[in-house]
């Protein structure tokens, strides 16, 4: 009887080969019973494939190893795998054996012969121990399968990281206590003779002055507290001159705690240091020209505001003593484009700043509704002599909003203004408009002028270009304030949209962040009115005040003098800084002091920073105001610090001056 191997488990399966049927069916009866698989053989051939097969235990009768039987046997045993050691029982017949035949069976391995008459505990026991024998040897077996595929796997990885290294042309070291190991590589990068023993100290020895003794410091306390190395250093290279270096290591402390090895990697970064030196030097190369503009505009500025000054305000003197209409209109024509002069000035200027990241802004808080009249009053006047309506409709705004209110200002005209420019007839809306969900007010600009297309809005606020040349010819402009307004609108935490049909018109949105308004009102505009040009305002209560004037332009004296002392006041000239501090010095001396001072900010000698620092010390307390035509770099801020109170921009408006030395003087 032959039962059929079961391939799912072979290792828990004997092979037993009976010397007859009946032996068959009782060894079968004594392992079944036992709850051992069995599988019978009927000759020594099959016995030798059910052992190749991968059965745990063979049984076979002593009298069925004949030559050719126990031959057979012996190759199957002998072609074993070098883990394998086959458990063979070889059940003995009634007849001795010879020692010689003895020591024939036992050179087959791992054999036990079984004597007559067989024990069945004996012999079922010792099936079992067999077995448990043979999964023993299979244990083993995936132990070392598992170890092999792991070194295979770590021979696999130690060939990808020498690739590795070789492509990033990596040097290695290796450190135990017995020994220190240098990769190839880690010679060449330190210019190392490959014949010399490695030796910390040896590089140390090549590592830069300024570098050594981090260097040494980080290697010592990684070995000793076991934290990792990670440095990047320069080295002397006996043939390559000064390198970087970037060493990353690991330290693998042992139960004791101590350090017990420490590996890592290092590499050349010496392009990398050199591309960021160079671009250090681009940078510090452009960060100097950025200054020279800064400085070049600022002195332009100066230069070509303060002759503005005197060109205005003689202007304005000659228009004064015109008597005829001709003359008049000539005294407006040259006002109207010095004044245009001006407009272009101002806007490079502040394009200038606002690319050298220097534009400052002065977040206060103010009302929204005095913004408004105040652009209406300019604008509505405008709208007025170009014979086209102007229109505000306002929805209920807060009381109070925290911004710029000089930068809000000046969109809120370059909008309203190329309204009025690119409209010939019919009319120009201004619509506020408070978003609360966003904290943000919007202020609408409408005209019924000629509208641009998709393609003319695409260049809309890029600076120094207009949508048609043509434009430029007819309207004239720079095409530089819309691209000021934008960048303003979004520095005040807003944005400007446009929308515009050809001949239809066009409608701009400004959007600015209202900044913490909490618990302010909402309060009501004039919600929908047409502008009508008021009367102008009486120039004011004589004034009845000293002042002194600080400048070194002549011409500006005169216009300013000429001003004053016609307004009432009384006044005192100085031709520069020092001059002007050596007249208060002695003023405050015979206590007869000027009641507010003007001062010019760039003079020879002494300039007005200087000087106004050196009269707040002298202990003059009353109001400075600053003459400034230092657009870049003298604004507010500066002046205010040099001791001022308050500040003009050349060219001087006359109102202006006159309303801020009337409001100084009084407070």
């Known amino acids: 009887m032959t039962t059929r191997l079961r391939a799912e488990n072979p290792i828990e399966t004997v092979a037993v080969l009976a010397p007859t049927p009946s032996d068959s069916r009782i060894c079968d009866e004594i392992l079944q019973s036992a709850e051992i698989e069995v599988a019978f053989c009927r000759d020594i051939g099959e016995l030798c494939r059910a ?92 132990l070392i399968d598992e170890r092999r595929r792991a070194a295979e796997g770590a021979a696999i990885d130690s060939r990808r990281l020498q690739m590795a290294l070789q492509a990033g042309q990596m040097g ?23 014949e010399l023993a490695p030796d910390p100290e040896r590089c140390f020895e090549r590592v830069h002055d300024d570098d050594r003794d981090e260097l040494v410091d980080r290697w010592e306390r990684s070995l000793a507290d076991g934290v990792d190395l990670e440095m990047e250093f320069r080295i002397l290279h006996p043939r390559l001159g000064q390198r970087w ?13 101590r350090t017990i090895r420490h590996s890592g990697v290092i590499w050349d970064v010496t392009p990398r240091h050199d591309a960021e030196a160079s671009l250090r030097e681009a940078r510090e190369q452009a960060e100097l020209a950025n200054r ?5 505009l600022a002195n332009m500025s100066h230069e070509i505001r303060t002759p503005m000054t005197a060109i205005l305000g003689y202007v304005d003197l000659i228009g004064e003593s015109a008597t005829n209409a001709e003359a008049q209109q000539h005294v407006a024509t040259v006002r109207r484009n010095g ?22 802004l002065f977040a206060e808080p103010f009302s929204p509704i005095s913004v408004v009249e105040d652009v209406r009053s300019v604008m509505g006047v405008r709208a007025a002599e170009s014979g086209i309506k102007f229109e505000l409709d306002c929805s209920d705004v807060p009381e109070v909003i925290v911004s710029d209110l000089k930068r809000l ?60 040349s043509s434009v430029s010819r007819r309207f004239e402009g720079t095409g530089l304030g819309l691209a000021i307004s934008q960048r303003l609108a979004g ?18 949105t400004a959007t600015i962040d209202c900044g913490d308004i909490a618990g302010a009102r909402l309060i009501p505009l004039d919600r929908s009115s047409e502008y009508e040009p008021q009367p102008l305002a009486s120039e004011g209560a004589p004034l009845a005040c000293s002042v002194l004037i600080v400048d ?70 009353g109001p400075i105001v600053a003459l400034t035509a230092d657009a870049m770099q003298g604004d507010m801020s500066r002046c205010i610090k040099a001791g001022c109170d308050d500040y003009l921009s050349k060219p001087i408006d006359n109102g202006l001056l006159l309303e801020k030395v009337r409001r100084l003087v009084a407070s």
């Open 51 to 142: 052992i190749d097969a991968g059965v745990g235990v063979g049984v076979a009768p002593e009298a069925w190893l004949n030559a050719a039987g126990f031959k057979q046997l012996q190759r199957t045993l002998a072609n074993q795998p070098d883990w394998s050691e086959f458990p063979l029982l070889v059940l003995l017949g009634k007849a001795a054996l010879s020692s010689q035949r003895v020591e024939q069976l036992l050179s087959l391995g791992n054999v036990t012969l079984v004597p007559c008459p067989i024990r069945i505990a004996v012999f079922v026991s010792t099936v079992r121990a067999r077995l448990r024998d043979r999964q023993r040897q299979c244990a083993v077996r995936d």
């Open 172 to 194: 290695v070291w290796e450190w135990s206590e017995r020994e220190l190991y240098w990769s190839p590589r880690f010679f060449e990068l330190f210019g190392f003779d490959s």
């Open 245 to 257: 270096l970037s060493a990353i290591g690991e330290p693998v402390r042992g139960k004791s705690g």
């Open 292 to 296: 020279s503009k800064s400085e070049f």
């Open 339 to 360: 004044l245009y002069l001006l407009e272009i000035i101002n806007d490079i200027l502040d394009l200038s700043k606002i690319e050298a990241d220097k534009i400052e």
């Open 409 to 468: 200002k000046q969109i809120l005209i370059n909008l309203i203004g190329n309204a009025i420019k690119f409209t010939d007839r019919g009319v120009v809306t201004l619509s506020v408009r408070y978003d609360k969900s966003t904290n943000r007010i919007e202020f609408q600009v409408a005209d019924t002028g000629i509208g641009m297309t998709k393609r003319q809005i695409h260049q809309l606020f890029k600076p120094f270009t207009q949508v048609d």
């Open 491 to 508: 520095l005040m935490g807003g944005d400007i949209a446009v929308r515009s049909e050809p001949g239809v018109g066009s409608c701009f």
């Open 552 to 621: 070194d332009r002549r011409e500006i004296r005169f216009l300013a003098t000429r001003l004053l002392g016609k307004a009432g006041a009384k006044i005192t000239e100085a031709e520069d800084g020092q001059q002007a501090v050596e007249m208060v010095q002695e003023m405050l001396r015979n206590d007869r002091i000027v009641d507010i001072i003007l001062l010019d900010m760039q003079m020879p000698r002494l300039d007005g920073y200087r000087t106004a620092d050196q009269l707040r010390r002298l202990g003059y307390n």
